[in-house]
């Protein structure tokens, strides 16, 4: 049988509510998960129906792919598995083509199951009111009974959110909404699954890496409030078609999706700026898809940046990014999101800060890059509304196209992109960073980039000279932010430098188990250049906008550097 | 606009100069109908070229080309896009690049229409062949396969191969370049210089271009290929497009006032020298070359100048 992990737990469903009719469609899902599974199934399966080469290879590839992966894991687990798909690849070449129909038929329905998450509206309705409580309890325990009658302040003051909120609710009725966030932290989908509770806005199933499944409870909440289970591990193109298939489903279905189209957390610390899209250009085909049946609804793609004064996995990212190792270490199993204690501690850190997260919705687009209006039409250059369904006709006809859709992918990618720059929230935290970062490479010029992150403890900067670059640099911020260029964040916006320099020192003080910088005297000294460069990274784009004319050399190395490595 | 009233073989032309004309005939060849919208038309139509009075009467067809000088497409596209969708495909034939950023026209037919399915034909086309139906070749690029095979449709005759690519990008900068540079072989031609130093022109000039249409997002085959040596080949080989022309003139003295029809060809030239070199100059790509040809134009060195500073240059590995 294919299949690695035993089912989460589920409660039973004869006990559940019925949905009401204005419920988002998540809370039908119990009730469509066989049909949905039976769909992908059936229209993977189509694909390769009259196409029998297609479908020998498929199977072989699958079969070998999963025998290569599973002799690796070796396990007790796997062997069992491994036997099945042995005899799989023996006994392919003797099939006939109906059996070997019957096969992919099974295989695909056993990964569509794997995939398939769950929505249970009481597991909704219970985090709701429990989520908040448990943060706010491990952030300030002793205020816990006056908060659950007075609503989660503490929590409310730490996550802000910013964008279009209202518009957003009002999209969510007439369409389906494809959240696009940032990712820099596995805390990325519940500061972002609070941020929608607490703004009202609908909750939406997402894929989530099978790794987060491992922890039971996790698992139970994750698997009962819609994430659908994704095992990177799996090569098999057949695995990917399943996924991609039972993505576009939901979205054709009308149930809101959320997607990292940075595909995994930025290890450099900056923001995306190429982008895949991988399964979110799967909204594309929905959207396709739905016209050439004649099914209306429209699918508005929303950027968002998730914006960390302090982030919880900072030092195994930016390790990971300077080793070059990002690649191979596609699936990072062992960072402090898996480290109870790291993760209290970081609550227990960010309880002393305000706004410490910024939560930030773009202006919704179309699949095409269209911005839409509070009704949801598409908005042409010229300020009239265009629609949608054109783009998906030829010769006047809506049609499904891969070729074409994959064209508009990219081109959704490069935008979203583009709204990540301008979008992304400068914290406090990346600017003093910046600064200093930039005077630890004016101050080493001879120095690449190795070099300089060996420098630990040995070159610092008088306080008052980084409080003066520290105030020019956001007044510079100030003026591309009028200009549309950036966000600036809390803090940031109001205090003055010495200020901004003072919460930086209190926000890195505690948590990193590395000092990133300390006062000396009169002075600062810079303590690891890896996690300063982490939290600068966020900058590169604009550092030359910032410089001084004594830093401009230092700047332009930064700027040339990319986020480094 | 009613999409199912377009009809298939409905081909547009925007702008009525000798290339724009090249696609309409080359288009009737193919049989096809073809709306031509010229501000000033210099001819009649014929039996299937219709002249059209306004722009939005192009929205009928489902293939525009643009065949006019860059300055004036983002104007043009503007108001044609009032009356287009996102079921019509745009393709353009310029030569040009717009702005700081060295934005492609593809990059403005896309933020000035509601269009996204555009496109860009590129390569050694050059009007006479197109009118007269001559053996010749070029190249579609577009990431939609529709409009490329759209394209190859509306001017598919026996004798005219257009090639296809995905990378838009790469095939325009490769295209702004090659018109440059052809600028660049009709000047050198004009100032008695040898084939050996035209040769190293060209090449250096076109890795220049290679460097930066790569760091815009093209692919350094692209330039390798057609949209780029392929072009700049017919032109070293004297195909009689405008840009050589120009460059003589400019070698011979010409005052620009006499340059008459070439002068918009010239006008391309040098904008696109001019911010290839101060783009180049802002992000330190190295682009010397192209910067000596911004200046040659300009009339900021003469063409003792100009050889000196190209032959006085370090020589490095290639």
């Known amino acids: 049988m294919f299949r690695l992990l035993s089912r989460p737990l589920r409660l039973p469903a004869f006990l559940g509510p019925t949905p009401r009719p204005d419920d988002p469609q998540i809370f039908r899902f119990n009730s469509e998960r066989g049909p949905i599974i039976n769909d992908v199934v059936r229209r993977v399966v189509q694909h390769y129906v009259g196409a029998p080469q297609k479908l020998l290879y498929v199977l072989n590839e699958a079969a070998n792919a999963e025998v290569r992966r599973l002799a690796s894991q070796d396990d007790l687990e796997a062997s069992d598995a491994l036997g099945t798909w042995r005899r799989l690849v023996k006994r392919l070449g003797k099939m006939s083509e109906e059996e070997r129909v019957q096969e992919l038929r099974r295989i695909a329905g056993d990964m569509a199951e794997d995939i398939a998450g769950n929505f249970d509206p009481r597991v909704y309705g219970l985090a709701t009111k429990i989520v908040p409580g448990v943060l706010t309890a491990i952030m300030k325990p002793g205020s816990l009974p006056k908060q659950v009658l007075g609503g989660f302040r503490q929590l409310d003051d730490l996550v802000t959110t910013e964008g279009p909120i209202e518009k957003l609710r009002r999209l969510a009725r007439v369409g389906t909404l494809v959240l696009m966030p940032t990712h820099s932290s596995n805390l990325d989908s519940v500061a972002l699954g609070y941020a929608l509770m607490r703004e009202n806005l609908p909750p939406v199933v997402y894929g989530a890496g099978k790794n987060l499944f491992s922890n039971p409870l996790i698992s139970f909440f994750m698997h009962n409030l819609g994430a659908y289970r994704v095992d990177r591990r799996i090569q098999a193109q057949l695995y990917k078609e399943v996924l991609k298939t039972y993505s576009c489903m939901m979205i054709e279905r009308g149930y809101h999706s959320l997607f990292f189209p940075g595909g995994t957390r930025a290890r450099s610390g900056m923001v995306e700026r190429r982008l895949k899209l991988g399964l979110a250009g799967t909204g594309v085909e929905a959207f396709a898809r739905n016209q050439a049946r004649g099914v209306s609804r429209p699918v508005f793609f929303v950027p968002a940046t998730l914006n960390y004064a302090l982030v919880l996995e900072a030092e195994t990212l930016i390790d990971d990014h300077l080793k070059g190792a990002g690649k191979s270490r596609y699936i990072i199993d062992d960072d402090e999101s898996s480290q109870v204690k790291r993760v209290y501690e970081f609550f227990a850190k960010l309880q002393q800060l305000r706004s410490a997260m910024v939560v930030r919705f773009g202006e919704p687009l179309d699949p095409f890059c269209n911005p839409v209006d509070d009704e949801g039409r598409s908005i042409a250059p010229s300020g009239r509304p265009v629609d949608p369904a054109s783009y998906v006709k030829h010769h006047g006809i809506a049609t499904v196209d891969p070729a074409r859709d994959a064209g508009y992918t990219r081109e959704l990618g490069e935008a979203i992109a583009r709204v990540y720059q301008r979008e992304t929230v400068i914290m406090w935290t990346q600017l003093v960073a910046h600064v200093l970062y930039r005077r630890l490479v004016h101050m080493t010029p001879e120095l690449d980039l190795f070099g300089r992150q060996r420098l630990h403890g040995q070159i610092d900067m008088p306080r008052a000279q980084l409080e003066a670059e520290v105030g020019a640099a956001r007044d510079k911020l100030r003026e591309i932010s009028a200009a549309g260029g950036v966000q600036l964040g809390p803090v940031l916006r109001v205090q003055r430098a010495a200020e901004i320099v003072d919460q930086a020192l209190k926000a890195w003080s505690g948590y990193h188990t590395k000092v990133i910088a300390s006062e000396d005297g009169p002075n600062i000294m810079i303590g690891d250049p890896n996690l300063l460069l982490f939290y600068q990274n966020r900058l590169v784009p604009h550092a030359e906008a910032l410089a001084t004319p004594e830093t401009a050399v230092a700047a332009r190395t930064i700027a040339a550097m990319g986020g480094g490595a | ?318």
């Open chain 2, 1 to 318: 606009m009613n999409v199912n009233s377009r009809a298939t073989s409905k081909i547009a032309v925007v702008g009525g100069g000798a290339f724009g004309w090249g696609l309409a005939l080359a288009a009737e060849r193919a049989g096809h109908e073809v709306l031509m919208w010229s501000r000033r038309p210099q001819r009649e139509g014929s039996q299937r070229v219709r002249l059209v009075g306004e722009l939005a009467e192009l929205a009928a067809a489902e293939l525009v080309f643009f065949a006019v000088p860059s300055p004036h497409m983002p104007a043009l596209a503007a108001e044609l896009g009032q009356h287009l969708d996102g079921g019509h495909f745009l393709v353009h034939v310029s030569r040009g690049i717009v702005g700081e950023e060295l934005q492609t026209l593809s990059q403005v037919l896309r933020t000035r229409t509601p269009c996204r399915r555009v496109g860009a034909l590129a390569g050694p086309l050059v009007a006479k062949a197109l009118v007269e139906g001559a053996p010749g070749g070029g190249i579609v690029a577009s990431r939609f396969p529709e409009v490329q095979a759209a394209v190859r449709d509306a001017l598919s005759c026996s004798s005219l191969r257009i090639y296809r690519t995905d990378d838009l990008i790469g095939a325009e900068f490769a295209s702004t370049g090659v018109g440059l540079l052809a600028m660049a072989v009709g000047f050198a031609r004009g100032v008695g210089l040898g084939p050996a130093t035209l040769a190293v022109m060209a090449s250096r000039g076109m890795s220049e271009c290679a460097r930066i249409g790569v760091a815009l997002g093209g692919r350094t085959e692209t330039f390798t290929g057609l949209a780029g040596y392929g072009d700049l080949l017919a032109a070293v080989a004297d195909d009689g497009r405008p840009e050589l022309a120009v460059g003589r003139e400019l070698a011979a003295g010409t005052p620009l006032g006499q340059l008459g029809r070439q002068l918009g060809a010239y006008v391309e030239g040098l904008e696109s020298a001019r911010r290839i070199a101060a783009y180049a100059r802002r992000t330190g790509a190295h682009a010397p070359l192209i910067s000596l040809c911004a200046d040659v134009f300009e009339g900021k060195v003469d063409s003792g100048q100009a050889l000196a500073g190209l032959m006085s240059r370090q020589v490095g590995e290639e």
